[in-house]
């Protein structure tokens, strides 16, 4: 017999203009996480507008450290409200869960990170600005260590929100070069779950859903930003993307991502770089085991990422960098295949090429 551990949001509001449908926030005062950089938009000042009363705080840019998450719960405890939005990316809506789940304990993040048997006593509503993480669908929220560098997790069913907001109006802004890393990255999360050794047949149903959606959808929202049933697709499938590594894992490609993000290459653009070259390098016939393979890896090559030149990565950080991507044992343990040091590296020079 086999056992799957359902766990989804319970409410999901999508659709143009959705975010104005949100009435939790109306009812009591919010504490409204977001970032610097989302702070200064238009798009912001709206939905601040819409989800007042707040107390808003802004986290730094970049991938969250524990130490931020921290300063973030902190400030939290001293507000006294009862309701927890995430409005902004994935490192935003992890923090936002975090949050929520130890703002009513005495406990510190670093110390909850492997607890999985946390509880939640106030409401969480993450709305997510970019098609691509899908935190907001998943019980992982992902930090950096502080002291090592190394990216650690704090997993538990209680970072499940209570309502998501999948609203279209809040991703037109996005710089095409954003929209295309992290639409990658959603499909890095549909493609690794559904390969993973821990795959079901319900996980493939929201797995190749998000596939199919992906592969018609984000060259659309390059093309015509305007287009917002496109972004609209492509919150659904980042959606779709998170809820299939919530029963499945993601594998390879992230775990060999985290090597580059330790040397500041945005996670998105990682796995973006890697996709195709992990899928060559450790499957067989990739063509054979993955919908739509071949064509999802020629979108891949004509979207706007960013090249690894841009980074303070070197063909010489290649053995490291191999060697620390075996640390991440729980992601490659997913891989259908044993991924070696010397493969690793092999791929990591490749880049270079």
Not at 66 to 78: E, G, H, T, Y
Not at 168 to 195: K, M, N, Q, W
Not at 246 to 270: D, E, F, I, M, W
């Amino acid at each position: 017999m086999s056992l799957i551990h359902n766990g989804i949001p319970s409410w999901v509001h999508y659709g143009v203009n959705a975010l104005k449908e949100l009435s939790a926030s109306g009812e009591k005062k919010a504490f409204l996480i977001s970032d610097e950089n989302l702070s200064r938009t238009e798009m912001f000042q709206t939905a601040l507008t819409i989800l007042a009363p707040a107390e808003v705080y802004l986290l730094p840019m970049g991938e969250p450290k524990i130490s931020d998450a921290q300063r973030a719960l902190d400030a939290f405890r001293k507000c006294g409200v009862e309701c927890v939005i995430g409005l902004g990316g994935g490192s935003v809506l992890d923090v936002a869960k975090t949050v929520a789940v130890l703002g009513k304990s005495d406990s510190t993040v670093k110390e909850s990170i492997g607890n999985q048997l946390l509880t939640r006593q106030v409401e969480l509503v993450l709305v997510p600005t970019t098609a691509g993480t899908g935190s907001e669908a998943t019980r992982n929220c992902l930090f950096i260590d502080d002291q090592t560098g190394v990216k650690c997790a704090l997993i538990a069913d209680a970072c499940l929100p209570d309502s998501v907001v999948l609203d279209p109006v809040l991703t037109r802004s996005l710089p095409p070069a954003i929209a295309a890393f992290t639409g990658v990255d959603a499909l890095c999360h549909c493609v690794e779950s559904y390969i993973s050794r821990n795959h079901s047949p319900i996980s493939r149903i929201w797995s190749l859903a998000g596939i199919e959606r992906i592969r018609e959808w984000l060259p659309q929202t390059i093309d015509r930003r305007e287009d917002d049933e496109a972004r609209q697709q492509m919150l659904f499938a980042s959606f779709f993307g998170g809820v299939a590594l919530a029963y499945a894992g993601t594998t390879a490609v992230h775990a060999l991502a985290y090597s580059l993000g330790k040397r500041g290459v945005p996670h998105g653009v990682a796995n973006s770089l890697l996709f195709e070259p992990v899928m060559r390098a450790t499957l067989k016939k990739p063509e054979e085991q993955i919908p739509y393979f071949s064509e999802l890896c020629v979108m891949i090559h004509r979207l706007p990422i960013p090249t690894l030149d841009r980074y303070a990565v070197r063909l010489e950080d290649a053995p490291a960098m191999a060697a620390e991507a075996m640390n991440q044992t729980r992601l490659l343990r997913n891989h259908p295949v044993e991924v070696q040091e010397e493969m690793a590296r092999e791929i990591f020079e490749g880049l270079f090429q």
